[in-house]
């Protein structure tokens, strides 16, 4: 067999070589690419599982209040006191909290002061008034019961139009009957409104981490 013969089968086995390596390269390809794809997956789905439990644990209710009617409601946090914590210590604690917040978004936070006989606790929210904030004895830790006390703040200051929870809870203070046409000029951060001393015993979380309690036809600074 002369040597030019055998070129084709050289040739048949260069390009049998080449394909292997082809096929070997496309393999590894796809096992980097399911491997990294695989991943990004668990990453996302991680992710979305995280964003769900913070929209679960920031979700708004529309809840009803008796006598008032139906408002938003979102639960901001939940504080236990430490033991041996006196109620005036602890609204001192969680009063910076609650003026943060209302610094930062303009609403009024509240929440119903509550004891088990030993600890005090409170679960903060809002519902989206600048002037009112309905402290309610459902949103209350298990095990506690209301302790005879409220606690928020004040929200926005300035020159504003209440919100909607503004003219459901308080729309019959506005003058004219019109509430709808009501301009607000402003509130006193420090200081309890009629609203407020109506609606019994509280504290009033103010500026500068100040906090005021007025109840059975007092007030005081908290110190």
């Known amino acids: 067999m002369s040597p030019n013969s055998r070129l084709p089968n050289k040739a048949r086995a260069s390009d049998l070589a080449r394909m292997a390596i082809c096929l070997a390269l496309i393999f590894i390809t796809a096992t980097i690419t399911f491997i990294v794809f695989r991943e990004f997956l668990k990453d996302a789905s991680d992710s979305g599982l995280e964003r769900r439990k913070e929209v679960a644990a920031d979700d708004v209710q529309r809840v009803r209040i008796p006598g008032m009617g139906v408002v938003d409601y979102q639960r901001l946090f939940e504080v236990v006191s430490e033991p041996?914590?006196?109620?005036?210590?602890f609204v001192l604690r969680i009063g910076p909290r609650l003026r943060a917040y209302s610094d930062a978004m303009g609403f009024e936070?509240?929440?119903v002061l509550a004891t088990d006989g030993e600890r005090f606790s409170v679960v903060v929210g809002t519902n989206f008034g600048y002037m009112a904030c309905v402290s309610s004895s459902q949103f209350v830790l298990e095990g506690f019961r209301h302790a005879?006390?409220?606690i928020h703040s004040?929200?926005?200051?300035?020159r504003f139009h209440p919100t909607k929870t503004d003219l459901l809870l308080m729309g019959e203070t506005f003058a004219g009957g019109r509430p709808s046409l009501a301009v607000v000029h402003g509130q006193a951060l420090n200081a309890f409104s009629d609203a407020d001393r109506r609606s019994g015993a509280g504290y009033l979380a103010g500026e500068d981490?100040?906090?005021?309690?007025?109840?059975?036809?007092?007030?005081?600074?908290?110190?």
């Open 84 to 89: 041996g914590e006196s109620l005036d210590a």
């Open 109 to 111: 936070a509240c929440g």
């Open 148 to 150: 005879g006390a409220t």
């Open 154 to 158: 004040h929200g926005k200051q300035g």
């Open 209 to 223: 981490g100040r906090v005021f309690f007025q109840g059975n036809g007092t007030t005081r600074e908290v110190e």
